[in-house]
């Protein structure tokens, strides 16, 4: 704690990169898992290949990931985000789809009834009803990236991790405690504002 305490500025950085590494992973991986859990959703025959190969993906060790990268990618923080983005796929891929295939079966008819095409069905009537079980996934995809980022330090790719893994080969508990503090406020912090927000979706889809 005491070096935490006299080195805020370095842990400071540390954080910067972790968040940075994070949530561009977090944003690009939503990006590809959206599209994605649509047609999981909407054919079943795609869905449960898909699902099972991100299973299998999600299950890879992450330092095996990164040493499979590097040699395509090099170190630092692309080698990071590609592996990253890929762990995240199974979590949020899964929940788009369990939230979509929850929209009850009614609410689909009655928006075909109003004349809405399949796309105007799903942004404005499906959407809104999973978007409680899709904030879910976010939340679970964020708690998970924020761990395995720590481990990013390992390819140079900076974050907290750099704490932990310097604190190890010089037996610092010092850094070792600031690293693993501060990674732990971090996952804390996230997991309790989305958990709040994925609440707050839950009683807008409710009223």
Request: glycine fraction near 10%; avoid cysteine.
């Amino acid at each position: 704690m005491s070096w935490l305490l006299a080195h805020p500025g370095e842990v400071a950085f540390r954080l910067a990169q972790h968040l940075e590494l994070t949530f561009a992973a977090l944003a690009i991986a939503f990006l590809i898992a959206l599209p994605l859990g649509v047609v999981a959703a909407r054919d079943r025959r795609i869905g449960a290949p898909l699902l099972g190969v991100l299973g299998a993906i999600y299950t890879l060790p992450s330092l095996a990931v990164f040493a499979l990268l590097i040699p395509v990618l090099g170190l630092g923080f692309l080698t990071a985000l590609v592996a990253l983005v890929a762990y995240a796929q199974m979590i949020l891929v899964r929940n788009v789809a369990a939230g979509l295939q929850g929209v009850p079966e009614p609410l689909r008819e009655a928006a075909r009834g109003l004349g809405m095409t399949p796309l105007q069905s799903l942004r404005r009537v499906e959407f809104p009803v999973a978007l409680p079980v899709i904030v879910g996934g976010i939340r679970i995809a964020t708690v998970s990236l924020i761990a395995i980022a720590n481990l990013a330090a390992w390819i140079n790719a900076g974050g907290l991790g750099v704490l932990l893994f310097a604190g190890l080969e010089s037996h610092d508990t010092g850094k070792l405690v600031a690293g693993s503090l501060a990674s732990a406020l971090l996952a804390i912090a996230a997991d309790v504002s989305l958990r709040a927000l994925e609440r707050r979706m839950t009683q807008r889809a409710g009223a």
